[in-house]
């Protein structure tokens, strides 16, 4: 009732406006109430073709900038097909996507009267068209099952000949509001399963999601398309037998209780499908799930992005820029990573990392190996717990830096200088680009930049390069934030929308840099990046780029004379024949 007591000149005009329309109707009787919950209500008794609709209208405490709603006073009455449930409110002439505050309840209850007097006509009844419809995810609220169809499954299945069985591997998935399905793998003509390319991996697995996995069939004839009535597995199967299906392993008992199965229907259009899952259990219980279709969404990804499937990423450092910057890549289009990090992920982490207090305690490669099979299809991620630049095994810091070489691309997301130098040497060796960024602690800003080769100076003259920029400026108030020691890190840094911000704008850069795009997007090699007026920056969002200059990718000493090559080939050549000769058994 708040807002009568704040604007006592509207709830005087509801009232008179509302009094008025009943002293004209012959139809309308009101009372004014205060309802159990505060609100102010009135209970309205309307005739109409002579049935008494007892109904009651409530004025929110938002009124009146939101409607006031009508619904019948027994909570168990459906009174029209726009009603909200039984008991539920009207869907009348005004609601929450047309409302106007110069609208009264007494136009609300008009709305009603035309509503059920068209609806509830005794000789000529008729139906009231909506004047809006309801988004997908609205109509899917209360659907306790659904199954999620993606393209090229429903491709694979529309290029089934009729009357065919085709079998199927299906995974559940339980969330807190649903249980979804998903079909991971259908089998092809020679009857072996096959994944389902556009589904990620990580949804057919037991980990990193609860997903059991069971098995089934899709049937698939233009008898579905006619749909019919199917709240049975005994009904199910008698449609089936109908159709002209063997039916002997749909319904399979196995030591007293019926094995769970999957059971598709499809007919000549994607409209007739139907998923039913038959539940394990001493009686086979039916439950007809709700078909999620793919939407126009599914398809954002260009054909440009498309390129970036064939890129393989290196990543150094898995902690809040690299975790953050992985999980962009992979929504981007890239599909293969390697990942290098030793650390954990532990609780002081999560404050700004990509990654849940459910990966706490796995180190991060092997939890965003997991994150990044659940983002996108198709995704390969090698993850090394090495530590570069540490105290590692020889062997495995040589393998660790001998698969980063293979990569197409390097990201240190270390800010770590001894990392920096190794990846700066290993792409300068192997021709590889070099991106990298940090974070200033503090969070007013941070930078990104790269190193390609042919197009910048080589990694170390662009590090050298933005050191003499700064060393020009005004004294920063903050260093850099690092985020490769695995000691816990200084409390409040930065926001985990500051490492955001800085690791889009390397996740870009490295798009950028992946595609080879000419002319790039990004024609300097360093850019400032602010967040708010700090230091050099004179406002939120202001960029620097840093035009450096320096040393390109080859030295003096990569000019090797032919003598010298001779002569290196020479020697190896005779270490082989001495190696062979210790090898081979005598005669």
Not at 517 to 539: C, D, K, N, Q, T
């Amino acid at each position: 009732m708040k807002w009568a007591i704040d604007d006592p000149a509207r709830f005087l005009h509801e009232r008179a406006e509302l009094d008025r329309f009943e002293a004209e109707s012959d139809w309308l009787s009101t009372a004014w109430r205060v309802s159990e919950n505060g609100s102010i209500a009135v209970d309205l008794d309307m005739t109409i073709h002579g049935r008494v609709f007892a109904g009651r209208m409530i004025y929110p405490e938002t009124f009146p900038d939101s409607p006031p709603y009508i619904c019948p006073r027994d909570a168990s009455e459906r009174w029209s097909g726009h009603q909200y449930g039984a008991g539920g409110p009207l869907c009348l002439q005004w609601r929450s996507d047309n409302w106007h505050p110069a609208v009264t309840g007494a136009d609300m209850v008009r709305s009603a009267r035309e509503l059920l007097s068209t609806e509830q006509h005794p000789e000529l009844p008729n139906t009231v068209p909506s004047a809006h419809r309801l988004t997908p995810g609205q109509g899917m609220r209360g659907a306790g099952r659904r199954f999620v169809a993606t393209a090229e499954l429903l491709a694979t299945w529309t290029a089934l000949p009729l009357l065919s069985r085709t079998g199927l591997q299906s995974s559940i998935v339980y969330n807190s509001d649903a249980i979804v399905m998903f079909v991971a793998k259908v089998a092809d003509a020679q009857d072996v399963l096959q994944d389902v390319i556009d589904l990620p991996k990580g949804i057919a697995t037991s980990l990193p999601l609860f997903s059991l996995s069971g098995d089934g069939w899709i049937f698939r004839s233009d008898a579905f398309d006619q749909r019919q009535s199917i709240e049975s597995a005994e009904m199910l199967v008698r449609v089936l037998t109908e159709a002209g299906f063997a039916t002997d392993d749909v319904l399979v008992q196995e030591s007293g209780k019926y094995k769970a199965k999957t059971i598709v229907l499809l007919g000549t259009a994607l409209s007739s499908l139907r998923v039913f899952l038959i539940d394990s259990g001493e009686q086979p219980e039916l439950l007809e799930h709700r078909i999620v279709f793919p939407s126009l969404s599914d398809f954002r990804l260009s054909e440009e992005a498309q390129q970036l499937a064939s890129v393989r990423v290196g990543i150094v450092g898995l902690g809040s820029v690299g975790s953050k910057a992985a999980i962009s890549l992979a929504r981007a289009g890239v599909r293969k990573f390697l990942l290098v990090d030793d650390d954990y992920l532990s609780p002081g982490n999560i404050v700004r990392h990509e990654l849940s207090w459910a990966y706490v305690g796995t180190h991060k490669v092997r939890a965003m190996r997991d994150a990044l099979s659940l983002i996108a299809p198709a995704v390969q991620v090698d993850a090394r717990t090495t530590r570069l630049a540490g105290q590692e095994s020889a062997v495995s810091a040589a393998a660790a830096l001998k698969d980063l070489a293979s990569c197409d691309l390097l990201i240190d997301a270390t800010a770590n200088p001894e990392v920096f130098l190794l990846l700066a040497a290993l792409a300068r060796k192997n021709g590889k680009p070099l991106c990298w960024a940090e974070v200033f602690a503090g969070g007013y800003g941070g930078m990104i930049a790269r190193a390609r080769p042919k197009h910048d100076p080589n990694p170390l003259a662009v590090r050298d390069a933005y050191h003499a920029y700064l060393a020009t400026l005004p004294d920063a108030p903050f260093k850099n934030a690092a985020g490769y020691d695995g000691t816990e890190e200084q409390p409040l840094i930065a926001y985990d929308s500051d490492v955001g911000f800085v690791a889009a704008a390397l996740t870009r850069l490295v798009i950028d840099t992946g595609l080879s795009r000419e002319p790039s997007e990004y024609p300097y090699s360093v850019y400032l990046l602010g967040m708010r007026r700090e230091w050099i920056f004179e406002a939120p969002f202001d960029t620097c780029p840093i035009d450096v200059q320096g040393e390109g990718w080859e030295s003096d000493g990569d000019a090797v004379s032919d003598k010298d090559r001779i002569a290196v080939v020479e020697a190896l050549l005779r270490m082989c024949e001495e190696l062979r000769a210790d090898t081979d058994p005598p005669i």
